[in-house]
């Protein structure tokens, strides 16, 4: 980050890749900063910078055998660039990271690089990118930040393998404190904490005939583009049809290219493309908007290359190929049993999320367990059915690619907005405009009090409840903090033996529990049910109250891209959110007592 801030200062475009969810998540250290090198980078670091304590008191201890020598350290106030202070690494890296996102750098999480891209050999070879499994990127200087581990370095030939004689070994003491020691520590009022909200604008025009909306953002000369075809009105087969063509589509042979081409084409002019499904649900409704979305990143001046890939892969499609489409539909059944087992504590929760809510439901025809039984009957009967799949396929993109469902959202800034459109819509107009409407589905959810057990081949088991309370609020969101990191911890991972468990609050009144490789069934699912009283006698002094707000304000506090930030926006439009919501939530978590109600739970659980 701090590299980062240096070039964006310079106006250099960076890109800064973050493995963890946000950058300090994976970081280590002894949790102690010098001042003399951050004031060169942000001179009034003092006034902004989340740093605990200042250090004054240091010992400096060599041992040998059986003796041990301490020397002892004591700081007066001195020079600004002789202070040193204590800091956590997950606070003090986001607000760096966040200090070079504002002189122009782009940030991305949740991105691993797995491989350094390189030319030439021996002496002249140069590292000239970064690859991200399957997502390459090309920079004039790439600068790694891994490490004393320097894994990258070793797997491309470029460092030796480290020394360990050339190491050191740290040892971070911590001290059990108190509580009257505890109290006498300044503690943060909640009631003072500030939060923005991190809603901004999205503009909407129709242009040339075209819906078009644009999030305008600084993004450093990389832009990002959705296409948001509407399927609302698909029936059930037509919507499974549109999941699976999401998978073929950049990754199956046109008319006029062989997937081969294509993929090379993708990797020499954009930072991504891809297609999915995603459901929209209404702001306090039960109804929902069906969306086929291709998104895609690239450099601003690559959208012409952008619309000439979007053009030949959605409209010229090609499924002939029958033992290339039995192979897809093989590896899109294969990747959902293996998805189900790996993460079965997310299978756990959203199936149960989608007995009684139509978002999920929609989630689950289209791309979890219901999609998957779907795939199954396909490559069950694909030898007697196959030209039917096929034609099926056809119909459903003739459906999609239309110009009656389309809306166009850009994130960059107006100048590039306004050349992007007029690049876009010569493209755009080729699609047809026939307004074909289908019948659309009854989506079926479950009675109450439905359970549903799956058997894998494993010895542990992933255990869920869940009920729809029609509420939600920042007092939920509390309760939710204080479930996870109390009740549910204790009684269900550490004396229970589960590897982890959670609780899920959402805006929609669902209330869902999960566990993680747990070896209990029986006793998990009658902890659960004992909530209801853990609940009624919470016995939280202030203290305690104020240190659970904290936390839950903390996980409203999320780092975004500009990117993820346009999708926010986005979505507050589709679903008709008031983006106050925000700010209620946050107000409602601050200020008010916490309620503690009791919820009767109806018995929906998952082996």
């Known amino acids: ?72 350290y004591s700081y007066e106030d001195g020079q600004p660039n002789e202070e040193s202070y204590v800091v956590l690494r ?104 500030e939060l923005k909200n991190p809603f901004e604008e999205t503009l909407f025009e129709t242009y040339k005939d075209l819906k078009f909306s644009h999030y305008n953002a600084v993004t450093n000369g990389i832009s990002y583009t959705k296409l948001l075809f509407d399927i609302s009105d698909f029936e059930l087969e037509q919507l499974q049809y549109a999941s699976i063509l999401s998978y073929l589509l950049f990754n199956f042979n046109t008319k006029n290219k062989t997937e081969a081409e294509i993929i090379k084409e993708i990797g020499a002019n954009l930072g991504g493309v891809s297609s999915y499904i995603d459901v929209f649900r209404k702001h306090k409704s039960d109804e929902c908007e069906v969306k086929f979305i291709v998104s895609a990143k690239n450099l601003v001046e690559k959208s012409k290359e952008l619309a000439n890939i979007i053009e030949e892969t959605t409209l010229n499609v090609d499924f002939e190929d029958k033992e290339a489409l039995y192979n897809v539909l093989l590896e899109v059944k294969l990747m959902l049993e293996n998805k189900f087992k790996n993460s079965g504590h997310a299978f756990v929760a959203r199936r149960i999320s989608g007995f009684y809510n139509p978002q999920s439901k929609l989630a689950s025809y ?44 850009f994130v960059g800034n107006k100048e590039e907005y306004n050349d992007f459109k007029e690049v876009f819509t010569s493209f755009l107009e080729k699609y047809p405009k026939d307004t074909n409407r289908q019948k659309g589905f009854e989506i079926k959810l479950e009675e109450t009090g439905y359970s549903e057990g799956f058997y894998f081949d494993s010895l542990v088991q992933y255990v869920g409840v869940g009920y729809n309370i029609k509420d939600y609020t920042g007092t939920h969101l509390v309760l939710r903090h204080i479930l996870s990191l109390d009740y549910l911890w204790n009684n269900v991972r550490v004396k229970n033996g589960a590897y982890g468990s959670g609780v899920i609050f959402n ?88 309620f503690m109600a009791t919820y009767v739970f109806v018995s929906r659980y998952i082996v």
């Open 1 to 72: 980050s701090a590299a980062a801030l240096r070039l964006a200062e310079q106006r250099v475009k960076v890109l800064l890749i973050e493995r963890g969810t946000a950058p300090g998540a994976k970081n280590m250290m002894g949790g102690r900063i010098y001042t003399h090198s951050l004031e060169r980078l942000v001179p009034d670091f003092r006034d902004r910078a989340p740093l605990e304590r200042k250090v004054t008191k240091e010992r400096i201890s060599i041992g040998a055998g059986n003796e041990m020598t301490t020397i002892e």
């Open 90 to 193: 997950a606070k003090f890296d986001k607000w760096l990271a966040e200090e070079a996102e504002k002189k122009g750098a782009l940030l991305v999480s949740n991105v691993q690089v797995t491989d350094l891209i390189t030319e030439g050999e021996g002496k002249k070879q140069r590292v000239v990118g970064v690859r991200c499994h399957d997502d390459e990127v090309y920079a004039k200087l790439v600068i790694i930040a891994e490490g004393s581990n320097t894994l990258l370095l070793e797997k491309t030939g470029l460092t030796a393998p480290t020394d360990p004689s050339t190491m050191a070994v740290g040892v971070k003491e911590v001290y059990k404190l108190k509580k009257e020691d505890l109290e006498k520590i300044k503690c943060v009022d909640a009631k003072e904490v």
């Open 366 to 409: 289209h791309g979890e367990y219901d999609f998957y039984l779907f795939v199954n009957k396909l490559l069950d009967n694909y030898k007697t059915d196959n030209e039917s799949i096929k034609e099926n396929l056809y119909n459903v993109a003739k459906l999609i690619f239309n110009k009656s469902r389309l809306l166009t959202n």
């Open 507 to 594: 805006a929609f009144g669902d209330f869902n529990l999960w566990s993680y490789r747990d070896p209990n069934l029986a006793e998990t699912l009658e902890i659960y049910y004992n909530i209801n009283n853990y609940v009624a006698n919470i016995d939280a002094d202030e203290k305690d109250l104020n240190k659970y707000i904290i936390g839950t304000l903390n996980s409203l506090d999320v780092l975004m891209s500009p990117s993820a930030q346009a999708a926010y926006s986005l979505n507050k439009y589709i679903t008709n959110s008031p983006f106050e919501v925000y700010d209620k939530l946050v107000n409602e978590i601050k200020n008010k007592v916490l």
